[in-house]
């Protein structure tokens, strides 16, 4: 794991981002997820992310943000504008240097700005103790089956904003 990123910088997500994208998302599954899924979990969920299309239509849907760090993509996080992250996939050898954080934090800042009160995820096993960090509360556990396995996931919320 590499701790000595100088600079990250978080910008909006460009078309051209798209096959790197696909890329950091399958090494992230991989390279991460083992402590909490097997292999047969792992690649079921690498298939439910789909085809280039499929992709590019995820991508644009909502709000995606890269970061960008010593030059190279360093992870991205996918939003809508009614506080849903999507996706937040960290390269493996940026896990645990900040990126994360400041990818959400900036999502955070810009749901706040468009009076969003909630932000609400699914979360992995893997991804869980992040959100945790970050403030959300479990709401509920749940079983999804995805090509015939089945894998564990916790939906979770954060109160932004008091109503």
Known sequence: MD?????IAIRSYRASD??????LFSASVSGLASAHYDDRQIRAWQSAAGER???RSRLSRGMTLVAEADGAIAGFITFSSSGHIDL???????????VASLLYRRAEELLRDRGIACIDTEASQIARPFFTAMGFEEVATELVEIAGVTLTRCRMRRIIASL
């Open 88 to 98: 937040l996939f960290i390269q493996p050898d940026n896990a645990r240097c900040g």
């Open 18 to 23: 798209l096959e790197p994208l696909m890329a």
């Open 53 to 55: 299309r499929d992709w």
């Open 3 to 7: 701790t000595s990123l100088t600079l």
